[in-house]
């Protein structure tokens, strides 16, 4: 009786005690996620912070009168005389007629301010409209990058260095007139790379990407699912594919640049392919990818019911019957959703590429499988090395544009397990 | 059915594998190579890229001794066939090259640069020897005492290693490691201002460089990233603080950044293209002969690259921190880019 009562009173002791306990251990893991969640939204705001500007762009709309004399042209139909005309002239003295203080001996400093790739856009719209010549347009061109984030930035010193104080007051002058304005950066998704910020974009590396992507996909998915299927339907259990199975988990956590320097090995030294292609890249990532994809559709596999295979077995189903009629549909779910995500993995990854050669200065968007291309998380490498200060900004962008990829990709994996997923 | 759509997906598979197995033709130029110049050398991509009907050509930054050994390995369309190098061609990368069949290289000395210690212009300049600058920065340097034994670098103030230099704390920021402009300010600033002490001169070259190439790591020496603008901001913003970084930034920012004295010589594009300023090197590019006619635009973009436009006193290499040749090596550049004379070993040796 004593017993009961003083054993009772033990527990009445330590319940506190134990309680204090469950709500540390509690505190713990809300302090674990408020890291996670902290560590997130440091991140994107630095992103987005940094990033958002990138999807602006700085153009300047000029009158530009289109003098044959002054740029050396009678004939904007001659291929030859288009080939040598001057096209710079216009464009700065359309410049000078805007700012009323310029003087001829600034013509340089007024020239820093128009993008070095204006005269080409000049001259391709003279190109498309011969009748243009000696008439006045006006024209909208791209400004300088240093006008650029200078425009952007403005009150931010450090993004001011490159252009002198005159150059600033002309700016600041143009802006209020008018003629210097920002808009949505379309430039940025319609063209390749450039060593211009104000001209780079991204789509060649979009483009690259899912080039890559769709080799990698159309490769591994059918690879890895037959393997599964074999593996796990078919296969003896035996110590040979024991040791196939521990090799399979193996390969998955091999750092990837090693796959980078065995795609080097055999696609490109052996097979004699070229460097930097789409196809490559794909045969490399999907060498990557097959591990998990394997993995993932084997646990598909397994967590089909038996009771479905027996049912189908006993109304006479043949072994490939039943696994082509009821396993592989039921499991087929579980293996689209670890190939998204393997596909996720690879659309993210860099370290490989860099030894076959996708990681170049690459500015025509490719047009095929064998053409030279890079993705988007080396275009995002490459930007963030270079020194222009606009470049910071157009790659966080582009971070942007990939984390939207890989969050779409995510989400349509998590929408297709809610989906087609039965549950037992 | 799903069978049929099973091996369908197969089939396809296997087609796109069969299918990249011949090595396929290529129309764009590769081009492999230094780091150092690969801004010069994508600019004259572009601009040839969009001035000509030529695909732009590919470009990737491998360093001068990757892209030799990438650009030595054959002849044939999955070979480059231009590379770039921060320094000249080595007689064993040459043999490699006549060894793997590539026989006809044209050679390009396409202009210098520079790596210059620059601080604020109100900040007090140095003027300084390389064997200074060592002692300044060395991980190892030898003891004031007995000049054969080294030991962990023991100066604190420039005014320390001689009375005529500022008396303010050595504080030096410079590049990282992995950059092209640290190996050359390693290379030909500390190893020349290290190599002829008395404490080196028994040692393997391996050592000498090991010692002579090391530099402090005791917060004298600040590892800034690759971003240059910020070196830029930081010595306006600190007069004590004296920055390391190739010359075209020095340029970029004269208003406000003056250069040090080196060995005597003031770093100026005449100096530098003239090989005095000792911190200086040469840029280069090889063309392999083999691939003229096969790649279309080779000779082009080689006479884009040579051209005044590009290389002239106003062109647009300049623009981008080139130091450029002079007139007369100019004209004999762009002499060669007709011509494409073969490289011969007794060149390189």
Same mark, same amino acid.
């Given at each position: ?36 969640? $902290? ?212 390969? $998955? ?141 157009? $790659? ?29 | ?349």
């Amino acid at each position: 009786m004593t017993d009961q009562r003083s054993q009772a009173e033990l527990v009445r002791q330590s319940l506190k005690r134990r309680y204090r306990k469950e709500r540390r251990f509690r505190a713990y893991g809300i302090t674990a996620i408020a890291i996670a969640l $902290a560590a997130l939204v440091i991140l994107f705001a630095d992103i987005i912070g940094k990033g958002s500007t990138g999807f602006l762009k700085t153009t300047l709309t000029l009158n530009v009168q289109l003098d044959g004399q002054m740029m050396y042209l009678d004939d904007a139909t001659d291929e030859r005389q288009l080939k040598m005309a001057d096209f710079v002239e216009p464009l700065i003295q359309a410049l000078i007629r805007e700012i009323p203080s310029v003087t001829e001996s600034d013509r340089s400093a007024v020239r820093g301010l128009i993008n070095p790739y204006a005269s080409v856009t000049l001259r391709d719209a003279l190109k498309a409209n011969p009748e243009w010549l000696n008439t006045t347009r006006t024209m909208t061109f791209l400004a300088h990058s240093n006008v650029d984030v200078y425009v952007k930035h403005a009150g931010n010193e450090a993004y001011s260095i490159k252009l002198s104080e005159q150059q600033r007051s002309w700016v600041d002058q143009l802006q209020e007139k008018g003629v210097i304005e920002t808009s949505f950066n379309d430039v940025f998704f319609q063209n390749g790379d450039s060593r211009d910020p104000s001209k780079a974009g991204i789509l060649g590396a979009v483009v690259g990407s899912l080039l890559t992507m769709f080799v990698t996909l159309i490769l591994s998915f059918p690879i890895g699912v037959a393997a599964a299927i074999y593996l796990e339907e078919f296969a003896p259990h035996n110590k040979l594919t024991d040791f196939i199975e521990v090799n399979i988990n193996n390969l $998955a956590a091999v750092p990837s640049i090693i796959f980078g320097l065995l795609g080097l090995a055999v696609f490109i030294n052996l097979f004699g392919m070229p460097r930097s292609v789409p196809v490559v890249g794909g045969l490399v990532l999907t060498l990557m990818t097959l591990p998990t994809i394997i993995i993932s559709s084997r646990a598909a596999i397994k967590s089909v019911p038996p009771s479905i295979r027996e049912a189908a077995e006993g109304i006479g189903a043949s072994k490939m019957q039943v696994v082509l009629h009821h396993v592989l549909p039921l499991a087929m779910p579980g293996m689209l959703t670890g190939s998204i995500i393997g596909m996720a993995q690879a659309l993210g990854e860099t370290a490989p590429l860099l030894l076959i050669g996708m990681v170049a200065f690459i500015v025509d968007v490719p047009d095929g499988f064998f053409d030279s291309a890079t993705v988007l998380p080396v275009q995002v490498f490459l930007w963030s090395g270079s020194p222009e200060l606009a470049f910071i900004e157009r $790659a966080s962008a582009a971070i942007m544009v990939l984390l939207a990829f890989l969050m779409s990709m995510n989400a349509l994996a998590i929408w297709m397990r809610k989906r087609l997923e039965r549950r037992w | 059915m799903k069978l049929n759509k099973a091996f369908a997906t197969v089939a396809l598979a296997g087609s796109v594998a069969a299918m990249s197995a011949p090595a396929m033709a290529r129309d764009t130029i590769s081009i492999v190579g230094s780091s150092t110049v690969y801004p010069f050398a994508t600019v004259v991509a572009e601009r040839f890229g969009t001035k000509t009907d030529f695909p732009t050509p590919k470009l990737e930054s491998t360093g001068s001794g990757g892209g030799m050994k990438l650009f030595c390995q054959g002849v044939g369309t999955q070979h480059p066939d231009i590379t770039n190098a921060s320094r000249r061609m080595k007689v064993s990368e040459y043999d490699l090259c006549q060894k793997n069949g590539v026989k006809d290289i044209t050679e390009f000395r396409i202009g210098s640069d520079g790596i210059v210690i620059a601080s604020s212009k109100k900040a007090k300049n140095l003027d300084i020897t390389l064997e200074q600058l060592f002692l300044a920065l060395g991980e190892k340097v030898p003891d004031p005492k007995n000049e054969k034994k080294l030991i962990p670098n023991p100066y604190k103030k420039w005014s320390e290693i001689d009375s005529d230099l500022p008396s303010v704390a050595i504080r030096v920021m410079g590049p990282p490691p992995t950059s092209g402009t640290r190996d050359s300010f390693n290379e030909l600033a500390l190893q020349g201002g290290c190599e002829d002490l008395p404490a080196v001169a028994d040692m393997s070259e391996d050592d000498m460089e090991a010692v002579c190439q090391s530099i402090r790591e005791d917060g004298a020496f600040i590892e800034a990233g690759e971003n240059d603008n910020l070196i830029v901001q930081k010595l306006i913003d600190d007069k004590a603080l004296y920055g390391v970084f190739g010359y075209s930034f020095l340029e970029e920012n004269a208003d406000r950044l003056q250069a040090a004295t080196l060995n005597g010589k003031v770093p100026t594009a005449e100096a530098i293209a003239a090989d005095e300023y000792p911190v200086a090197r040469s840029l280069f590019f090889y063309v392999k002969k083999a691939h003229i006619g096969v790649i279309p635009g080779i000779k082009e973009y080689v006479e884009e690259f040579v051209s005044p436009a590009a290389m002239g006193p106003n062109g647009y290499l300049k623009s981008v921190g080139l130091i450029v040749p002079p007139r007369d090596a100019l004209m004999k550049l762009q002499n060669k880019a007709d011509k494409m004379p073969n490289l011969q070993k007794k060149e390189l040796m």
